[in-house]
């Protein structure tokens, strides 16, 4: 192995002041804290063969979670072989372990140690960034031990503002959190920041805009010398940002809304049982068309013109935990309330422990019967005289699957001229659903076997016929002109196969909408740092509860299981009392929320997330963000803390999400969008609750 080659720095020319000078995007504003800067650390030809060096053999790899996208190395003093690196690289290393570590020490009075030392190598492409942190990790011995960050710029030219990449610093409310930008710093060539880490200095790196260069840097920590004792810090959970709402009692108000308003396929028992039965093993799925057509294309039309005056928005922070924008109670327009009221009403909460299985029934409408509870067998099959739904086997049946892959498919919806001749009841009855004698599941009748048979071949032929080449995996409204517009439309339910290959095999129907099962975005779940992408239905559906409680970097923990396991730990009231909070967001480029240890949100127990979106019918493209990801985010000192992917649910207009989280450190987290996503959308984001214990702390519940 060749020696290092040594390399002189620079370190005379140094800038240490309270401003940033030329360095700075606003040369004279104070900063929130200090920077010592070295222009032209290195000769230009130590500069060129470092850069190459780097580019040439230094391998990279994607990280991307709630907090950045970018690519990083590995520490390249203790997890690269030396023999691999070239002279110039080590030197480099030597250059910062002692010249640069001298100089700061003189510099700042720190005693910094020369063997504890962090140095990777990060490459920002088009829309990469780093949201705000602090670097200041008070819970990790070897973390918290962090003195000085660093970052030397490998730019081949001088970037500007309009190529995004700036280290930007940020201005604090009296509370320590991070509000505003103070100021930025372009990527410079051959320049190195350094900068001390503790609770205020808050920083990001700015998402890159440009396309056709990116951003080169070679950035660590500095840490004290010798052992700092970590005295135990009590987790302080921020203020609750929310209201919460206990169920609205059904009127005739609400009665009519959800009749006009909402597909009343729905609300059958039928179509509750089949959500149900699926949701009970994957805990989550995707309602599609849960609004008749017309009302929600009313209700996109509203809040498009709402967000289109800036007044009417409220942003929602602080930023090292969330940043997006509130649609303003007062600014919503009459529908969008209607539409918010209903989902909060006593008889939402009734239909959703229906499709979920969960205890959301309200106390005022509890009896002493048996509760909310699927006892059927999923071997069971529907039948009803007003149904057309078939269920329809697959000829090959592995003997190992104690499940067969099936496709379950509602009857075309009826036409207003059948129901007014009597011949079908337009809308399910309301009360029926909070009457839990109408909760029993429907099983087939005997001697009707050989029919539905019959009704299956005639059905599957229709469908080859009319869907040939569409699978499940597009989750797009396929139309048919013979549908009209104002027509309730019927949910098809598509359930995935463990074999990815046969699921191509299932169709949609054109016309009708579909209720998409267990069905990930390809290359939306990840692992780990999520390096890699895994189908979300290997993550959630496909263990036994043996499997699902093992933390490893292959095997996930799925939300249900791991509620069903962290319940016997926590005591658990057997009388529910459920209640919800929800609010309009608005969201728009730079939009995210993340899964800080201290958020509120992250120290929730349990709860149902339920999301309808607005105004999104465009393509979704991951790289772009936008999308809704949830992880197993308990932390495991075997595991190195490692947080886990488990899905990501992918925005869609008129497309209900529901998604449970249960108390074993299941977080969900909005990634950030990037420039390139193609617009703005809205979401009626709502969260409910079993009961009050299922918050960090105890809150006031509103009627």
Not at 28 to 44: A, C, G, V
Not at 253 to 282: D, G, M, W
Request: aromatic content about 8%; overall charge negative.
């Amino acid at each position: 192995m060749a020696p290092p080659t040594p390399l002189r720095g620079n370190l005379d020319n140094v800038w240490a002041e309270n401003t940033l000078g030329i360095y700075g995007e606003h040369p004279d504003k104070e900063t929130p804290f200090k920077f010592q800067i070295f222009p032209d650390l290195l000769e230009n030809d130590d500069v060129t063969k470092l850069r190459d060096d780097i580019n040439g053999l230094v391998s990279l790899r994607l990280k991307s979670n709630d907090l950045f996208r970018f690519r990083q190395s590995k520490d390249i003093k203790t997890e690269i072989p030396q023999n691999k690196l070239t002279p110039v690289i080590l030197g480099f290393i030597e250059l910062m372990v002692g010249q640069v570590r001298e100089k700061l020490q003189q510099l700042t009075g720190f005693k910094l140690s020369n063997t504890s030392f962090d140095i990777t190598v990060s490459r920002y492409d088009v829309n990469h960034y780093l949201l705000c942190h602090n670097d200041d990790i008070r819970d990790s011995l070897k973390l918290h031990n962090r003195a000085l960050a660093f970052i030397y710029y490998l730019n081949t030219r001088q970037w500007v503002k309009e190529d995004g990449g700036a280290l930007s610093m940020f201005d604090l409310d009296e509370k320590g959190e991070p509000v505003s930008v103070n100021n930025r710093i372009p990527p410079r060539p051959n320049t190195l920041i350094v900068f001390k880490t503790n609770p205020t200095s808050w920083h990001s790196v700015e998402e890159v805009y440009c396309e056709d260069d990116f951003r080169l840097s070679i950035n660590g920590w500095f840490h004290f010398e010798g052992a700092i004792k970590l005295n135990e810090i009590e987790k302080v959970i921020e203020p609750c940002p929310y209201v919460f709402l206990r169920p609205r009692p059904v009127d005739e108000r609400i009665e009519k809304i959800l009749h006009e308003t909402f597909n009343p396929e729905y609300l059958s028992t039928k179509t509750c049982y089949l959500v149900r039965r699926r949701f009970k093993q994957a805990s989550e799925i995707n309602l599609t068309n849960f609004l008749i057509n017309d009302k929600f294309k009313i209700i996109s039309a509203a809040l498009k013109n709402v967000v289109a005056d800036e007044n009417n928005l409220e942003h929602v922070g602080p930023l090292n935990k969330r940043n997006y924008l509130r649609i303003k109670e007062e600014a919503l327009p009459q529908l969008c309330k209607d539409v918010r009221d209903a989902f909060r009403s006593e008889v939402f909460f009734m239909l959703l422990g229906r499709l979920t299985g969960l205890d959301l029934q309200p106390p005022s409408l509890k009896r002493d019967d048996d509760p909310i509870e699927d006892s059927s067998s999923d071997e069971e099959l529907l039948s009803d005289v007003e149904s057309d739904i078939v269920i329809e086997h697959d000829d090959v049946k592995d003997d190992d699957d104690d499940e067969d892959e099936e496709e379950l498919v509602a009857g075309p919806s009826k036409t207003d001229e059948e129901c007014a001749r009597g011949e079908f009841q337009p809308y399910p009855d309301i009360h029926a659903l909070i009457d839990e004698s109408s909760i029993d599941d429907p099983v087939i009748e005997e001697g009707q076997e050989e029919d539905e048979e019959e009704e299956e071949e005639e059905v599957e032929e229709e469908e080859t016929e009319l869907c040939d080449g569409i699978t499940p995996t597009i989750i797009e409204e396929v139309q048919d002109d013979n549908v009209e517009e104002n027509q309730a439309q019927v949910p098809t339910v598509v359930e995935a196969s463990e074999n990815e290959a046969s699921v191509s095999a299932i169709k949609a129907i054109p016309g009708i909408p579909t209720i998409i099962i267990d069905e990930p975005e390809p290359g939306c779940s990840y692992k780990g740092d999520f390096e890699e992408s895994k189908p979300a239905s290997e993550n959630l559906s496909e263990r036994s509860p043996s499997e699902r409680s093992k933390r490893s970097l292959d095997e996930p923990s799925t939300s249900r299981a791991a509620s069903e396991s962290s319940s016997k730990s926590r005591k658990r009231s057997k009388v529910s009392d459920p209640f919800t909070r929800s609010e309009y967001r608005h969201l728009t480029h730079g939009a995210y929320t993340m899964c800080h240890d201290h958020s509120y949100e992250v120290n929730e127990r349990t709860a149902l997330d339920a999301v309808l979106h607005f105004n999104h019918d465009f393509e979704v493209n991951h790289d772009n963000g936008g999308y809704i990801s949830y992880m197993d985010g308990k932390s495991d000192e075997s595991e190195k803390e490692i947080d886990y992917l488990l899905l990501s649910i992918a925005p869609m207009s008129n497309c209900l999400s529901l998604v449970y989280r249960s108390d074993d450190g299941n977080i969900r987290f909005l990634k950030r969008l990037t420039k390139a996503h193609q617009g703005s959308f809205q979401a009626l984001d709502c969260v409910y609750y079993e009961q009050p214990d299922d918050l960090p702390t105890e809150e006031k519940i509103e009627e």
